[in-house]
């Protein structure tokens, strides 16, 4: 036994330049072999020959079977057939002898299903279609086969035709016939897939799958929680797999990833599903460098060749200059429209509001140029904007332009012009078209009300033609040095987590987690992609000690929740750190959709309904027994009535 472990353990220690030969012999031929795979076959184990969008001019002569969707009918002489590969033209044969393949082609309803063979011919002179693939080319059908009729539809399955979202959603079985959907998925599928053989062949990864069933966590999002048949006890659904990767690096599985279902319990958010998808990795022995430097790379190998090279590695901003600059710890950096401190301006400013905001502790004048502005925003643009800083910030905003007679009758902004005016214009860099929104307040504050508006002007400029954020610019970003704690919104004297009580500190600020913790940096990373985020993660802690105080003194956590975690890192375990990309978010942002449920085969709604199952569901009292729960029924009458009617309201 020791013999076959000891060599096993020299083989695995073995640095890769030495690997045995036979070893390397059989991994360097398993990927010659993958890359002999490049092309798909389509048609394998299947009735058809080929696909339908594949057929060109080099088939001509070619005897071919198909399958697919009648997409339309022209005249009952030709009809175009789709399958998820495109559309290829159908002669419907006209003679007497093939007058039941007519009949099939020509009575079967657009959608259904039919299994066509014949000859690959060119189109007559002039009946080319340069706009198709196939467009040169048209199958002469010698037999053909009804496989399944079809229905009225409830909507066209052509992505020009407008359909709402929830008839979408209620029959996404049709609507994942759509070529926008199509490509959504499949692409999905593609970039997946070159995760896995960038992180598993290439970088020695291991594949886990880790347990849906789970407890209770303290802090973070709420969760859903499943009955068990012990009385009063339940699992709940983990928010991530983040506890078993971390006790996998206490294992000696010292590279995890997976292709993760995470859920959370969130509500009604508008691009956000109770359950999504993530691709989730851990390391042992890693810094956040290194992290980073593997994200790089497993980005830029999978990422689409139409979309463009990635650039690596990513620009990186630490979250204080974020905020600083942008007013948010996931900014767009596709463009400008910078925050700028404009406080040494104004020090011995006469405007009342100005001077209040800087006699405060933090307190500072900041503003943003919206280039242009004076052309393209109007009076009507401007007052909405000052009702949402007055309403969500309790903050003034005032609109300043270089010319007086733009100042819209502000009296304010008319005083600032011809006090601070030439100082202001410098340090702006302010040009005559350009309006500049200012604002004045607790720094953090003042960042972010600004952060809000200057996306809301950029909607605003993109509206009236002018092009800010090119859709085909991807603009990766690391956020760093986050704050490990934040005040809690509901007890501002106590704290939180700001990303999970598992982060580890930032080494230089370890000991002020025994003194000043709302001061400690934390060595959380987030990774933002054109002002979404689409990872997060850390190093984490891997002592039991610094755990306990962190869960215990620091949070008030009732640590015995966490006590088999605790147990583990006393038992070893490895320093380690990882990070979780967003799948959905970030196939979103790759592909264009408009809603993350436009890349996700079976979503949920805005609400968190399945509509078309109609899930959640009810369940009679008699199966709610083995559970020992019972449901608390509303108690107005017409709530009760409407909920026992089941009823299913459009949602979107």
């Known amino acids: 036994m020791f013999c076959w472990l000891s060599r096993l353990n020299r083989g695995l220690a073995t640095p890769t330049g030495r690997i045995p030969r036979l070893i390397w012999g059989r991994f360097s031929r398993s990927l010659v072999l993958s890359s002999q795979r490049r092309t798909p076959e389509f048609s394998s184990f299947v009735a058809r020959t080929n696909t339908c969008g594949e057929l060109r001019s080099s088939h001509l002569g070619q005897e ?12 009952n002489i030709f009809l175009v057939l789709r399958d998820f590969h495109g559309l290829v033209q159908v002669v419907i044969p006209q003679d007497e002898s093939a007058a039941s393949v007519k009949k099939i082609l020509c009575e079967a309803p657009v959608e259904s299903v039919v299994k066509v063979s014949g000859t690959v011919i060119s189109r007559p002179p002039g009946q080319e279609n340069p706009k198709m693939p196939t467009g040169e080319i048209e199958i002469k059908v010698k037999t053909a086969e009804l496989l399944n009729s079809c ?28 070529f926008q959907m199509q490509h959504n998925l499949r692409l999905r599928s593609q970039m997946v897939m070159k995760m896995r053989e960038y992180l598993c062949n290439l970088h020695g990864f291991v594949d886990v799958e880790t347990p849906t069933l789970f407890k209770r966590t303290p802090g ?17 659904l983990p ?8 006790l996998l690096m206490v294992g000696g ?3 995890y990833f997976q292709v993760a279902r995470c859920y959370r319990d969130e509500g009604s958010r508008p691009d956000r599903q109770p359950e999504f998808t993530q691709i989730d990795i851990e390391m042992s022995f890693v810094d956040q460098t290194g992290i980073q430097r593997l994200t790089e790379g497993l980005l830029q190998y999978s990422w689409p060749d139409d979309k463009g090279p990635l650039g690596v590695p990513f620009p990186s901003m630490t979250f204080a200059e974020a905020l600083a600059s942008y007013g948010t710890d996931k900014p767009d950096t596709r463009f400008g429209m910078k925050i700028v401190d404009i406080s040494d301006v104004f020090r011995n400013t006469e405007v009342g509001f100005l001077r209040d905001a800087l006699s405060k502790p933090q307190g500072a004048v900041k503003a943003i140029r919206v280039p242009g502005g004076a052309k393209y925003l109007k009076r009507k643009d401007i007052e909405p904007i000052r009702k949402f800083a007055a309403d969500h910030f309790n903050q003034e905003v005032l609109p300043v332009f ?8 502000s ?11 030439l100082g202001l214009t410098r340090l702006m860099e302010i040009q005559e078209e350009d309006v500049v929104l200012l604002t004045a307040g607790e720094h953090r504050r003042a960042c972010s009300l600004l952060g809000k508006l200057r996306l809301e002007c950029a909607d605003l400029l993109e509206a009236r033609g002018v092009v800010l954020r090119d859709p085909a610019v991807f603009s990766f970003l690391w956020v760093v040095d986050f704050p490990l704690f934040l005040p809690k919104e509901e007890n501002p004297g106590e704290l939180e987590s700001a990303h999970h009580p598992f982060t580890a500190p930032h080494p230089s600020d370890v000991h002020l987690l025994y003194t000043e913790p709302e001061k400690a940096r934390s060595q959380h990373y987030d990774l933002v992609l054109n002002g979404s985020e689409v990872g997060g993660g850390s190093i ?17 956590e009732d640590v015995k929740l966490l006590s088999h975690l605790l147990q583990a890192l006393d038992y070893g375990a490895p320093p380690h750190g990882g990070i979780a990309l967003g799948l959905d978010r970030l196939i979103c942002l790759v592909t264009g959709a408009p809603s993350i449920r436009d890349v996700i085969a079976f979503p949920k709604s805005f609400r968190g309904h399945d509509l078309m199952s109609d899930a959640p569901d009810f369940i009679p009292p008699e199966e709610l027994k083995p559970y020992h729960i019972q449901v608390s029924w509303p108690t107005d009458s017409a709530a009760e009535k409407k909920s026992l009617n089941h009823p299913h309201c459009p949602e979107s």
């Open 411 to 421: 009296p304010v902004a008319n005083f600032i012009m011809e006090e601070q005016g």
């Open 253 to 255: 599985i010292d590279r």
């Open 540 to 556: 984490r802690i891997h002592e039991a000690r610094l755990q306990h105080h962190v869960l215990e003194a620091v949070l008030k």
């Open 239 to 246: 928010q991530s797999p983040q506890q078993f990767k971390q």
């Open 402 to 409: 270089l010319k007086a007679n733009r100042h819209w009758n």
């Open 151 to 178: 229905k009225k539809l409830p909507f066209e399955i052509k992505d020009f035709v407008k359909k709402t979202e929830a008839l979408r959603l209620q029959y996404r079985y049709l609507d994942l016939r759509s």
């Open 220 to 236: 973070g999002a709420k969760e859903f929680v499943i009955p068990s048949r012990e009385p009063g006890k339940f699992y709940s």
């Open 64 to 75: 071919v079977t198909l399958c697919g969707w009648i997409q339309y009918r022209r005249q």
